[in-house]
């Protein structure tokens, strides 16, 4: 069948929200099943609704099986092709079999504490018990430091694990190299052309890695831990440590790798799709105790899943780090005891709620400065007295509202009354890499990260150069992101085609995510029969079809933009194309699907 020329769907050229709506994938044929299901078809009609998804998001017709029940054997690649993974796994193996006190050093966010407890689990499982070290994001900061690696070498560590953390530590793991201890370093963060010391440094990202490994750049560290699990495990097989002793369960980690990888928002296609879909698996059998205990604290009464993961557990998990206790999240995840797990699952969500709060409040403060940045490429806004544990939430909240990589910076963090920031980018537009740069070139006392998210600690007195220098730099590919963007859709229906089983039908294409986006459906036209604002923001909407049909739809944080507006009061106006995505609303005696709307348009 001939490809028609790209254009936009049911011209729809300029939405609610301001965008043209497109078909994921580029140039496809609009064509109508028997069902009322209209599509946007990379293959015309002889393919599923599973097929299609799978196609537009790239994946090549022969590989179609692989990817339609995505496997650890399928995706899962050698460790040894990642540089220092070998001899990461020795060192790792010597000190378990020679009883070495090992230390895990981790991070405070979900992807350090997911990571951490990983590898003490799988330790622990070797009959090895390892310590853990997760700094204070308020006293100590991001990353390991000199001082905290000395006093754990002086405390009697021979073996130093750093994850999701190191690889830009050059002072710290100097220190540490200077105490006589060694430093596996698992990371993911961009890394600089020099390395620091390390016994050894595994990261996807390094700039020496083979084409192999730096296909996996877009790993969690958590899923990089897990691969040094396998190693490590292997290097012990071959060394006849389990001749006498059973191998640890590495399947019954994989709970963690997911939880780790959703909440890093790392990209969910190839291996990272395998190990979340996997862990979901591993979490609903919930045979980790302080999972479980975190599973009952989000009020969840069934099996975990991926937008679960983001939404549910991880802001939990963070929140310890974020304003309550660094160790929280790594102490649940390890505990053996269910009275324990439960109590600090209860403190998690009481710290959560907490966070919320405190996040408001320097959203507000936050986005009182948009305006004079309105002609800005990169937002970076800057506020004393802003809670440094909420920054990177605020700055992903500002990214969404205005579409620019954004920069939220507490300032007088320290005692040298320097600002620590977190900023969130959008696609095309590698934010990691700008602020290495400007590190380098001497704006920031330091910085890092990847693509979408970064770190950073900047002196008062260099934050308006901070802010130009980086408009200069990523104008041109803001606004070469921005020119792109398109409200992309997956299928086109009629009312009454929005079913639950075609919700349960969407969904066996997951687990979905970054990278690997959920399916955007188009429903109209529609005439709004209801609207009302209901929470803080949201507005809900019941709207029926020309078909008879009618469903609820959802437009969360929209009351006050121009799309919730025009939904509130279009009660009695023209009729309307809804695109977002299919939901079960399981609320009443049986289950009905809802819309939660990313745009609208008026219909033609």
């Known amino acids: 069948m001939a490809s028609r020329p790209v254009s936009?769907?049911?011209?729809?050229?300029?939405?609610?929200?301001?965008?043209?709506?497109?078909?994921?994938?580029?140039?496809?044929?609009?064509?109508?099943s028997a069902s009322g299901i209209s599509a946007g078809?990379?293959?015309?009609?002889?393919?599923?609704?599973?097929?299609?998804?799978?196609?537009?998001?790239?994946?090549?017709?022969?590989?179609?099986?692989?990817?339609?029940?995505?496997?650890?054997?399928?995706?899962?690649?050698?460790?040894?092709?990642?540089?220092?993974?070998?001899?990461?796994?020795?060192?790792?193996?010597?000190?378990?079999?020679?009883?070495?006190?090992?230390?895990?050093?981790?991070?405070?966010?979900?992807?350090?504490?997911?990571s951490a407890a990983l590898l003490i689990l799988l330790l622990r499982g070797l009959g090895h018990d390892a310590r853990y070290y997760i700094p204070d994001r308020l006293l100590e900061g991001y990353g390991p430091s000199g001082e905290a690696l000395v006093r754990i070498a002086q405390e009697g560590s021979s073996l130093i694990v750093t994850v999701d953390c190191g690889a830009m530590a050059f002072e710290a793991l100097e220190m540490a190299h200077g105490a006589g201890v060694d430093v596996i370093v698992v990371d993911h963060h961009k890394c600089a052309p020099q390395l620091p010391r390390a016994a050894a440094l595994v990261n996807p990202n390094r700039l020496d890695e083979s084409e192999i490994a730096a296909g996996h750049g877009h790993l969690a560290a958590v899923g990089v831990a897990f691969l040094l699990a396998v190693a490590t495990v292997r290097t012990l097989r071959r060394r006849g440590f389990f001749a006498g002793r059973s191998e640890p369960d590495l399947f019954a980690l994989l709970d963690l790798v997911a939880l780790g990888t959703v909440a890093d928002v790392a990209a969910l296609h190839g291996l990272n799709r395998a190990l979340v879909a996997q862990g979901l698996k591993v979490m609903a059998r919930r045979d980790n105790i302080g999972m479980a205990a975190l599973i009952d604290a989000s009020r969840l009464n069934r099996a975990p899943t991926c937008s679960d993961l983001g939404f549910a557990l991880g802001p939990r998990i963070n929140a310890g780090g974020r304003v309550g206790e660094s160790t929280l999240g790594v102490r649940l995840l390890t505990t053996t005891d269910a009275d324990e797990a439960q109590v600090i699952a209860a403190q998690l969500s009481r710290l959560n709620d907490e966070r919320r709060g405190i996040e408001q409040v320097v959203q507000e403060a936050a986005e009182a400065q948009i305006e004079r940045q309105h002609n800005r490429s990169v937002m970076v806004l800057a506020g004393a007295g802003w809670h440094p544990g909420v920054i990177g939430i605020v700055a992903g909240r500002i990214k969404e509202k205005t579409g620019k990589p954004t920069l939220v910076i507490a300032m007088d963090a320290d005692e040298a009354g320097n600002g620590k920031g977190s900023g969130r980018s959008i696609p095309g537009v590698d934010?990691?890499?700008?602020?290495?740069?400007?590190?380098?070139?001497?704006?920031?006392?330091?910085?890092?990260?990847?693509?979408?998210a970064a770190g950073l600690t900047v002196a008062p007195d260099k934050l308006d150069a901070l802010s130009e220098w980086l408009d200069s730099l990523l104008a041109a590919d803001v606004a070469r992101a921005s020119a792109n963007q398109s409200m992309l859709l997956d299928l086109a229906l009629a009312p009454r085609g929005l079913t639950p089983e075609l919700v349960e039908k969407l969904e066996s294409a997951g687990p979905y995510g970054m990278g690997w986006p959920g399916p955007?459906?188009?429903?109209?036209?529609?005439?709004?029969?209801?609207?009302?604002?209901?929470?803080?923001?949201?507005?809900?909407?019941?709207?029926?079809?020309?078909?008879?049909?009618?469903f609820k739809a959802m437009a969360f944080r929209s009351a006050e933009t121009e799309m919730g507006q025009a939904l509130l009061h279009a009660t009695q106006g023209r009729r309307l194309w809804l695109a977002g995505r299919a939901k079960i609303d399981d609320w009443g005696s049986r289950p009905q699907a809802e819309l939660h709307i990313d745009d609208a348009a008026f219909a033609a």
């Not at 936009?8 to 050229?13: E, K, L, P, T």
């Not at 934010?431 to 979408?452: K, N, S």
């Open 41 to 114: 078809f990379s293959g015309g009609l002889e393919d599923d609704i599973v097929t299609q998804i799978l196609l537009s998001r790239g994946v090549p017709r022969e590989d179609l099986e692989r990817h339609r029940t995505p496997s650890l054997r399928a995706f899962l690649p050698d460790p040894s092709v990642f540089r220092d993974m070998d001899a990461a796994a020795e060192r790792l193996a010597q000190a378990v079999m020679a009883n070495e006190t090992v230390t895990v050093y981790g991070d405070y966010d979900v992807d350090g504490a997911t």
């Open 520 to 550: 955007r459906v188009a429903v109209g036209p529609v005439h709004v029969i209801k609207a009302d604002t209901v929470g803080a923001d949201h507005v809900r909407l019941i709207v029926g079809g020309q078909d008879g049909a009618r």
């Open 431 to 452: 934010l990691g890499a700008a602020i290495i740069a400007a590190r380098e070139t001497g704006l920031l006392v330091a910085g890092g990260g990847h693509a979408m």
């Open 8 to 32: 936009s769907v049911f011209g729809i050229d300029h939405s609610l929200t301001g965008k043209s709506w497109r078909w994921r994938g580029g140039n496809m044929d609009l064509s109508e």
